[in-house]
């Protein structure tokens, strides 16, 4: 039996705090970040797993039973680049998966039956790149594969469980981000995707068990572009996807059991592209989606009151692009959106729920989505959409499944 397992982490600055009732947190990274890894096998009889990861600033902490106020500035002015390169040779029985992440600034914070208050600023320039590529034209990969790229210059990630989360936070960003992964083999005899992700600044709150939210979001994009790219191909393959997600400015806010308030204003400069394709001879199931945004504002609570107060401001164009092409086989699924502006809202109806909502949006950038599907020989079905949108909001009082 013949295991590939590789594992690579770079990383300029790292800090972390437990529970504590003020964390004061300032970093700076002025140098380039690198990580880099190739991968040459031939026939792998079990799993082949392969990371990577770049990350200029990171900080994290947690709190449970009290109460914790952190303090956090982080400056990346150099580039982060995150490299994979996989060859495999012949028959690779197992699962393949491959994960590479690159970050400028990261922070997370978690509060379990505690209050938390943050102060956070971001800011961020260079490049962040991240490139996942599994390249041979007779590779059978016979367990599948999922392979990941993930480009980020500016996280802040909060959890709460029973938890109060208030506070601001600030991220700006000059950086070029890119995200971009290509598989290309022979025969794929299961289940195999490929995905992409670029975000300049990424906000992501989640809490539960009777817990609310407070916060106050400023997101600034000034760089040249954000782009992601997924290319997945294969000359026989049972059930084979490419996707890609770039966005400059995103915020999704979830929570259970108590209100939730947000203040948030986003700002866009920077050109979003998105492209996924997907190619296949001969396919049992194909699919290639692709979704860009320049600001995009999700808020959702599953009680009862909701307060939105929204500002979003993009100049920036968002091009998205969703290709298929193959020869022979069964079902395609093919779809292209985009937005410039976009906010959604809701509250919780089976209980009544309250939603007051503020929205303001101004839209000048060029959107466009375009969806191309190429059936050479015999298929089943071809299911394609393609969806272009300035300025989209969506308010209401149920949950997203109802």
Known sequence: MIAATALCVAAATEASAQDGTIVLNEQLQLGDVFSHQTLNVVDAQDQVTVSTSA???SASGAVENGSVTVQSDQQMQGDAVATTDMTLGGDTDGLVTATTQAGGNYLAVSAYDADLTVDAAQS?????SATSELGEDDARLLGGAVINASAISNTVALYGEGASVDGAIDQSSSATVRAYDRIETQYIPAEASVSSQAIINAVAVTSGQTSGQDLRIVQTSTGDFVEAESSANAGNAWDLTGRAHAAANQAVL??????VVVESSQDNTSFVRAAATTTAYDYGRAEAHARGAANELSVGNNDIYVEIDNNQINSGGVAVTATFSGTNGYDAYVGADAVGNSVTGYACSECEGYLE??????????????ASTTVAGSGRAAITGANAVGNSATFHVSRPSH
């Open 124 to 128: 961020g320039a260079g490049l962040v």
């Open 254 to 259: 979830y929570n259970e059991g108590g209100s």
């Open 357 to 370: 909502a503020r929205n303001s949006q101004t839209n000048s950038g060029d959107v466009s989505a375009t």
């Open 55 to 57: 990350q200029g600033n």
